[in-house]
């Protein structure tokens, strides 16, 4: 007969030995620079700042496609100097967070982005023989030669930046 409160069955193992804490592999400091992750960050900063600046350049001709490329740009800059800068000042190793995991889930969602933006971009240059009609005698391209070869640089830096 077993006492009072007892059961048969053995308790349950104890989770830790099998579930250990999530490590940070990615270094804090100077030295994430010198990982994949700190160089992509890195050139994520440099194209995006660079798109933030071709894109604002323009006349902005078609408003609700290039609105999201900047939207795009500008959003992803200000998030990857926030994660830069947690491994920068070594705040990764304060906070308990799987960060190879979420650096995959940064570096994947900020692709998508990009990726999306860049094909907005791109179909705005596409349309840049389409005619604009201000008024019944006047009639121009909807971009200038000028903006369209700003349109095609920013192209091309939303795609760099997005791979």
Known sequence: MLPRGASSMPPPPNPAPYFPPPRVTLPSGLEILRTFSGAVIFLEIVFGTIVWILVASTQIPL???QGWVMFVAVTAWCLSIVF???FLFGYANRIAVNWNQADFIFHG?????YFGAFLLQAATT?????PRKFNSTTQETILSGREYNI?????VCVLCTGV
Do not use: D, M, N
Not at 151 to 155: D, G
């Open 63 to 65: 408003p609700l496609l």
């Open 151 to 155: 349109s095609i640089a920013a192209s």
């Open 126 to 130: 596409s349309l840049h023989y389409l």
């Open 109 to 113: 969602a900020t692709f998508v982005f």
């Open 84 to 86: 830069l800068s947690v």
